[in-house]
């Protein structure tokens, strides 16, 4: 047992891996307060879409008034979609490119890069910036993983 | 060849790493349990996306009028959505916290109280509980999801 | 370091690690690419959701009448969304299924029938195929990822 441990400490202590590990998480939370921000404007634009969600706010046709869409709400459901479009190809792809071996150096330039860019990806969406500010932040996470998915096959490909 | 098939079986047979392994199979299954509860609703409802879904119906007006949404399909579509939204931040992060080092009895603690809450905002969207359950249960689990978050960020930071 | 480097090194070495690596890198570069194909059907169609993605085609009434829905556009984005339901228990349920130690002749048998199946979807669903095509090739896939979590369950139970 404290044999197996050590070998799974060995993964976690590896430079490479922690960068993956640490990044990683960090652009999840980031994802994960999509849920928060998409529940704030929820109750402050008083715009839900479950009838249950409305309850509170009294029965028939007072409450029902709720059950309705609210562009700041779409948003931010947009921008979370597209995070999980982005980012679990991030996961999978770059957990395979830490373990292919890179250069430390490497790999942090591409999961600095990958995690800046979904957070200015975020705030380009929310506030919204101007185009191309999103269509750029969201090039340049498309462009990382790309470059990840192509160290990827290029060192241990096996059809 | 071997040797490295006992390394990788070093790995599954870790006690974590199994419980891991255990806990996100079993809230994947019950992910993809939604594409059939969909399909269900989709079928029994009549209410379908793709006109080829409803060739069989005949042509014209009479396939037309399936082309529509029904309030049960979308309500299982949104539960499907929200599994994504947090089992995908449960998988990744939940691989990282694995193979951190935790206690064998937090880890599970915390796998299994994942999964329950997460089989319990199934049950709470699908039949409908009244609020707050479904919204309880879906901040059990994402506060579960934080808490990993922590130690991994605790154990491993490497920005 | 260069210990730990080799340690790693020996997972990315493993045949049936390789083969995963592989082929789910190739299903999520096959995902990624719904994004662009839905940037190309929002310019071709001129079907767009942001206001500020609209600017350059003018102010006022000229602009907004770009921003409206497209079957087309709606197409791609079900596919893309079926393949994130799909393909996200493949990545998860994939790899522990890797590390379960199956038969180099096994994994790879159920990761390229998975790989072509998920080919074969975005084919019929872009087309679109008339049913069942669409239908059959959605089930292959989710049958192979049935059977790898029935063998990761098999093998490393620990609830």
Known sequence: RSGEMAKLAQLIDNDVFRAYATYATIVLLKMMLMSLITAYFRITRKAFVNPEDTASFGKGES???????????????????????????????????????????????????????????????????PQPGRGLSWAVGYAVTISMAYKVLKTGLFL
Do not use: C, M, Q, W
């Open 63 to 129: 409450a029902k008034k709720f059950l309705r869409t609210d562009p700041d709400v779409e948003r931010v459901r947009r921008g979370h979609l597209n995070d999980l479009e982005n980012i679990v190809p991030f996961l999978g792809i770059g957990l395979l490119y830490a373990l292919s071996g890179p250069e430390l150096s490497t790999a942090l330039l591409h999961f600095r890069i990958f995690t800046g860019a979904r957070v200015l990806h975020t705030f380009a969406y929310l506030i919204p910036l």
